[in-house]
């Protein structure tokens, strides 16, 4: 089955590649992955302390994928596989990738202004071009309309 990746955050481009991956999904008879990273711990705590900040890291993330799911079960009567996975970003990504010959493109969403944000920045230049699957980009700054007329 074809199968759209999304990584999953609290931004508002996150939403955008979800509801561009669900509907896709939904239109070409595929499937969505959600995928919420819990990124490596900045500091280290003593024990207990650290290992609560990283349960803590771990419920949002897991809440996030969620409510991710819920809204492209309802966005596109999909239901979609959930991943939460700890690690760096990009390379968290890249293995999800690696692991899935399912997987048909890695959608995500720019910034509306400025910078385009972190992972689109990686895998639109430094990484450009060595995925198996292409990397579809919404743009941030779309209208809602124009998305769903798109996608």
């Known amino acids: 089955m074809r199968t759209y990746l ?37 500091f280290l705590a003593f024990g207990g302390v650290q290992a609560t900040i990283e349960a803590e890291a771990r419920e949002q993330a897991e809440a996030l994928a969620s409510a991710a799911a819920e809204a492209v079960a309802q966005e596109a009567n999909v239901s979609p596989q959930i991943l939460v996975r700890s690690g760096k970003p990009a390379e968290v990504v890249r293995d999800v990738i690696g692991a ?11 910034a509306p202004s400025g910078a385009p944000g972190p992972l689109v920045a990686y895998f639109t230049g430094h990484d450009a071009g060595t995925l198996p699957c292409p ?17």
């Not at 931004?11 to 990273?37: D, K, N, Y």
């Not at 899935?100 to 720019?110: C, G, N, R």
């Open 6 to 42: 999304v990584v999953i955050d609290d931004s508002p481009e996150a939403t955008l590649a979800l509801r561009f991956a669900a509907r896709r999904a939904a239109r070409t008879g595929g499937g969505v992955m959600v995928l919420a990273i819990v990124p490596p711990q900045d």
């Open 100 to 110: 899935s010959d399912e997987i048909a493109a890695l959608v995500l969403a720019t």
């Open 135 to 151: 990397v579809m980009l919404v743009p941030g700054g779309i209208d809602i309309d124009r998305l769903d007329a798109l996608s």
